[in-house]
């Protein structure tokens, strides 16, 4: 099936002047978004390639902090921000495409902290610890104000050093990001790091952010929401997610 591998083939912009310029999440957000071996791959990469080039975009991708990616997309420097959580916030500051895949919200804890599990039935048992997140992150669908979590860690390597040494109790994460990160050898949950799924709270929708600023933007939706739909339709979602959530 060709479109399982269009991840492998870097984004190929004709002409500068239209290119769209694209961002996604340095820290890595696979297998949605990540680099490896000098090029952006993942899932996020192939849903666009299936979509933009038909209707007579071209792109480039680039990895960048997830805050300034956020402010370059809202100043119009950029046009689209990868895999978002849509934040009451952000739907004032971008357009926002439908949906186009789900993760679990969830926590990472040290054994060496709990002997046990702590005891969470819901999100507003959050504010029972002290909690750390990654900068520029948003953490309102986890059932808490962002004002709970500190997000000092630029990278989810970072956090686990902090509630390893510590600096807070848990981690607030992705489960489906957490894990891929782990197979990829670019975290270590080594046998003190525990991860468990939030109670009460669902998967969390994500989305492609659009700069209010691009002057093709209306369209650019109309676009990325016909083909996302149409993707789905088709199974081509889910056959490949299926393919990234089964690497090994």
């Known amino acids: 099936m060709v479109w399982l591998v269009i991840s492998l083939l870097p984004a190929q912009p004709v002409r500068a002047e239209t290119v769209l310029r694209i961002c996604g999440d340095a820290a890595g957000w696979p297998p949605y978004t990540f680099e490896s071996d000098g090029a952006v791959r993942g899932y996020d990469v192939d849903v666009l390639a299936l979509i933009l080039p038909a209707a007579g975009f071209d792109y480039e991708i680039h990895m960048l902090p997830w805050k300034r990616c956020l402010l370059e997309v809202e100043k119009g420097l950029y046009q689209i921000a990868l895999s978002a959580s849509a934040s009451a916030e952000r739907q004032k500051n971008f357009l926002t495409s439908k949906p186009y895949y789900q993760v679990q919200p969830g926590y ?36 808490i104000e962002n004002r709970w979590v500190m997000r000092e860690a630029n990278h ?20 489906e990001i957490l894990h891929s990160l782990y197979r990829q050898g670019d975290v270590d949950l080594g046998d003190d790091i525990q991860v468990e799924a939030l109670p009460g709270v669902a998967a969390d929708d994500f989305v492609m952010l659009i700069s209010r600023l691009y002057s093709r933007a209306p369209q650019l939706k109309i676009v990325l929401d016909e083909g996302i739909s149409r993707l789905r339709k088709e199974g081509r979602l889910q056959e490949l997610l299926e393919f990234y959530l089964s690497q090994p």
Do not use: E, V
């Open 156 to 175: 989810y390597a970072q956090a686990l050093a902090q509630i390893r040494r510590g600096r807070c109790d848990l981690f607030l994460t992705r489960l």
């Open 108 to 143: 990472a804890y040290s054994r060496k902290r709990f002997s046990s599990a702590p005891p969470i039935s819901s999100s507003n048992d959050l504010k029972n610890y002290l909690l750390c997140g990654l900068r520029g992150y948003d953490y309102s669908r986890f059932g």
